[in-house]
T-cell receptor
Framework: GENVEQHPSTLSVQEGDSAVIKCTYS??????FPWYKQELGKRPQLIID?????GEKKDQRIAVTLNKTAKHFSLHITETQPEDSAVYFC????????????FGRGTSLIVHP | DTGVSQNPRHKITKRGQNVTFRCDPI?????LYWYRQTLGQGPEFLTY????????KSRLLSDRFSAERPKGSFSTLEIQRTEQGDSAMYLC?????????????FGPGTRLTVL
């Protein structure tokens, strides 16, 4: 089955800095890669996703890049703000089937004011 | 609130007791998923329904776990003879019909504590 590795487990930055979270996956058939943000005590919420037919997607301060050859994808957050503090999960799934995502273990992002 | 809802939000039980959780997905979503999440981990897949059909179950799902979605709307997850290792957050998520669009919308979860 699919295996998703996520690094780092904890990331501490100063407000205004950039943050990068990296994930690798094992199943070359995976073609949908969502990122979820989970604030303390709250449900995971999708913040951005990318499909295997594109290499990069951007939404305001958030961007995701995908390298299918190397089987890794990354989340980039620019101009971080304290409200970006949360746990971020990457996931990989195969579209067209059951879409069951395999999640990474999460990255706790702490943005210091 | 038209999002995914779960009940109860918290459940404390004694080891050996049975518990049942309920998930109400977003009404037009035909796909429903159950996950377990423990501290410091990502959601771990348990089982998946498309309409009323249970199409996949994780190998992690022991015989003590059973899930139903009788009319293709709400779903229940039952754990029989609970063990302390069952303590976790149980998350439900639903996903819309569109074939190529598989964003998952999560519920708030049910936190289970087994004493």
């Amino acid at each position: 089955g699919e295996n998703v590795e996520q690094h780092p487990s904890t990331l501490s930055v100063q407000e205004g800095d950039s943050a990068v979270i990296k994930c690798t996956y094992s199943d070359s058939a995976s073609n949908y890669f969502p990122w979820y943000k989970q604030e303390l005590g709250k449900r995971p919420q999708l913040i951005i996703d990318i499909r295997s037919n594109v290499g990069e997607k951007k939404d305001q301060r958030i961007a995701v890049t995908l390298n299918k050859t190397a089987k890794h994808f990354s989340l980039h957050i620019t101009e971080t703000q304290p409200e970006d503090s949360a746990v971020y999960f990457c996931a990989a799934s195969i579209g067209g089937g059951s879409y069951i995502p395999t999640f990474g273990r999460g990255t706790s992002l702490i943005v210091h004011p | 609130d038209t999002g995914v809802s779960q009940n109860p939000r918290h459940k404390i039980t004694k080891r050996g007791q049975n518990v049942t959780f309920r998930c109400d997905p977003i009404s037009e979503h035909n796909r429903l998923y159950w996950y377990r999440q423990t501290l410091g981990q990502g959601p771990e897949f348990l089982t998946y329904f498309q309409n009323e059909a249970q199409l996949e179950k994780s190998r992690l799902l022991s015989d003590r776990f059973s899930a139903e979605r009788p009319k293709g709307s709400f779903s229940t997850l039952e754990i029989q003879r609970t063990e302390q290792g069952d303590s976790a957050m149980y998350l439900c998520a639903s996903s819309p019909r569109t074939v190529a669009y598989n964003e998952q919308f999560f519920g708030p979860g049910t936190r289970l504590t087994v004493l």
